[in-house]
């Protein structure tokens, strides 16, 4: 039996796999392709989706599953496929997003269905740091993805704004058909209703079956439900203070290989 056979490591990819300047250091991924090399099974748990993600893991070995959307989709990097898909009810979030268009002009509203990011913002108005950083996308109109299933809605944009938007989500009636959540200071994200990364992280944990030991890292309050679901919840150093509360363990900063030091210095083998 090799040394991480019964080790699965979910980790998160903003502020935890990625460096402040979204990179994943060298001794990360020389930990992690050890890690695997010795049987671990290594995944993302993230809201980015599967084409976007890719682009910053070309030297990373993924052997397992992997969270995508925050908890919206379940994706096997190896088979190019969707293992798990859940998808927003269009009715009063088009509604609600069309209002937000027109009274947010400063917030860019982002659409994901499985394959591309659709901004429904105008292209004039697009932060170009945040355009890069969710490529590939395509800028167009609600109504030209009306027919296509939506699996999650990126709100970004100045946290006031973002909190006006999130008070905005009871007057019109989503409570149940939404989940919310914060991602990062200038993100808000909407998701299928019970729909998080510890809800997907259930399902993983079922179809891998047998008795691994679920290792799960992150530093937003969108990876809260993920750390108290794993085995061993850990948190970076520059986590939130929430997230620290929930964690079993604390590691070092995202700009000091927390990757590394998980595998090396607290994984228990």
């Not at 009810?89 to 394959?115: A, N, Q, W």
């Amino acid at each position: 039996m090799k040394k991480y056979e019964k080790i699965i490591l979910m980790s998160d990819m903003d502020g935890t796999l990625l460096d402040s300047s979204s990179s994943v250091s060298e001794k990360n991924c020389q930990a992690i392709n050890e890690f695997v090399a010795e049987g671990g099974h290594f995944g993302i748990a993230t809201g980015r989706g599967q084409l976007n993600a890719l682009a910053f893991l070309s030297n990373i070995a993924i052997n397992t599953p992997c969270i995508l959307y925050n908890g919206s989709a379940l994706y096997d990097f190896t088979a190019g496929k969707f293992l798990e898909l859940c998808e927003l009810p269009e009715g009063k979030l088009e509604k609600y997003l069309r209002f937000c268009l027109s009274e947010f002009v400063d917030v860019m509203v982002h659409i994901y269905t499985s394959e591309m990011n659709y901004i429904v913002s105008p292209e004039v108005q697009a932060d170009p740091v945040v355009t890069f950083l969710h490529h590939p996308h395509v800028f167009c109109r609600i109504e030209d993805i009306a027919g296509e299933p939506w699996i999650k809605v990126l709100l970004s944009g100045k946290k006031s704004d973002l909190e006006a938007m999130e008070k905005k989500i009871k007057d019109f009636g989503m409570e149940e058909t939404v989940n919310w959540v914060f991602s990062s200071d200038i993100y808000l994200e909407l998701l299928p209703p019970q729909v998080s990364k510890g809800s997907m992280l259930t399902k993983l944990r079922k179809i891998m079956g047998g008795s691994y030991r679920i290792y799960a890292v992150g530093d937003y309050n969108n990876d809260k439900e993920m750390l108290l679901e794993a085995d061993v919840g850990v948190a970076v150093q520059n986590a939130l203070p929430g997230v620290k509360d929930v964690a079993d363990m604390i590691t070092v900063s995202n700009n000091d290989s927390a990757i590394a030091d998980i595998i090396y210095n607290l994984m228990v083998v």
